[in-house]
Structure formats: structure tokens, C-alpha cells
């Protein structure tokens, strides 16, 4: 019944009972980023796998889109279907081959190679059992990858962009020049 109310715009709630809060009603969140924090903040491993790899391919996929990082042609559809394994090696590659700055941060992309694992081990079933820890540092070396290739000014949050280079400087930036990063 409730997906027939949803599609018309309805809000469902369900009123929950606990002896800390009482009858209440909890919001459940709707952004992808929002679930994978409040399920971290509750411990709830086992629903954290595919929201995690999701957040993770969006991401790269945004990431290279905009530094231009090319991946081996694919027919219609499965060029869509990129997995986080080769966006981050050839991520890795296009920075190894054009920013001395980016290559000083190759560690964080390389702590979330290693772990890409857990998001690929999560999304399938299988007896894996990850620790809250585990998952805490993965989200965190994602976190700090963003950080690298989005402005983190309030007014600007833009991606740092190729299209956005600077040819007298050599150097790719975002939309308020606060995030630049040397280029070839």
C-alpha cells in the first residue's frame, strides 16, 4: 500500500515506540550520503554495503568526467556500467601523467583501492562480516578524496574541472580558483 501512496506524493511514517523517546516518528533519510552517515552513526553494517560502492561510482564517475580521465571504449549501456576497480586505475594513471600536486595525494586513493573491496564484498552475498571500523576509514578516505577534486569553499562547492585550465598557469581549477591543482 505504500508504494501505491508514494507515487502520489504521500509521506509514509511509521510511528515507532522506544523508552528513551517515546511515541515518535523517525525520518528516514533520502540522500545517498544521509543514509550511509546515519546507518555509520547506528552501527548498521549490513546496511551500509551497496549505498557505499553506489556513493563510491558516482563519485569516480563525476571525478573523471570532469578531469577527462579515459577508460576503454564500450558498447551503449555497459559503458554506463564502469566499476570503481578501473575508474580508480585509470584516475590514478591520468593524475600520475599530469599533476605533480595530485600525485602528493596518490595515498588517499590508494587506501580506497585497497578498500573497494569491502563495497564489492557487501553488495554480494557471502559470509564477510565487516567491522564498524572498517567501514568508518573507507568512508573517511572517500570523504578526503572528494575533498580533493571538490571546492570545499560554501560559496563555490564546484568539481575542479579540465575545462576550467588555465593555460598561462598550467593548472586545472574549480569555479572560484580556490581548489587548482598543477596540469599538463
Keep these: ?7 502520489k506524493n504521500w509521506l509514509i511514517n511509521e510511528i515507532k515506540w522506544s523508552d528513551a523517546s517515546g511515541t515518535h516518528l523517525e525520518d528516514k533519510p533520502t540522500d545517498i550520503r544521509e543514509i550511509i ?8 553494517v549490513d ?3 551497496n549505498p557505499i560502492r553506489k556513493y563510491l561510482e558516482h563519485t569516480l564517475k563525476d571525478i573523471c568526467a570532469n578531469l577527462e580521465v579515459k577508460v576503454s571504449f564500450r558498447m551503449n549501456e555497459l559503458n554506463e556500467k564502469r566499476m570503481p ?6 584516475l590514478k594513471s591520468k593524475i600520475n601523467k ?3 600536486e595530485l600525485q602528493a595525494q596518490m595515498p588517499i586513493i590508494d587506501r580506497i583501492i585497497n578498500s573497494n573491496i569491502l563495497g564489492n564484498l557487501l553488495s554480494h552475498d557471502n559470509r564477510f562480516s565487516p567491522k564498524l571500523g572498517d567501514l568508518k576509514a573507507f568512508w573517511a578516505d572517500l570523504n578526503a578524496m572528494e575533498k580533493l577534486f571538490y571546492c570545499q569553499d560554501a560559496a563555490c562547492k564546484k568539481p ?10 598550467k593548472r ?9 591543482y598543477d596540469w599538463k
Excluded at 37 to 44: D, F, P, R, V, Y
Excluded at 172 to 180: A, F, M, P, Q, V
Design 47 to 49: 546496511l551500509l554495503g
Design 85 to 90: 576497480d578501473e575508474l580508480l586505475n585509470e
Design 37 to 44: 552517515e546515519t546507518n555509520l552513526a547506528k552501527g548498521a
Design 172 to 180: 586545472i581549477r574549480c569555479g572560484c580558483d580556490k581548489t587548482n
Design 160 to 169: 575542479v574541472l579540465v575545462k576550467h585550465y588555465d593555460t598561462v598557469k
Design 1 to 7: 500500500m505504500s508504494q501505491l501512496a508514494k507515487r
Design 98 to 100: 599530469s599533476s605533480k
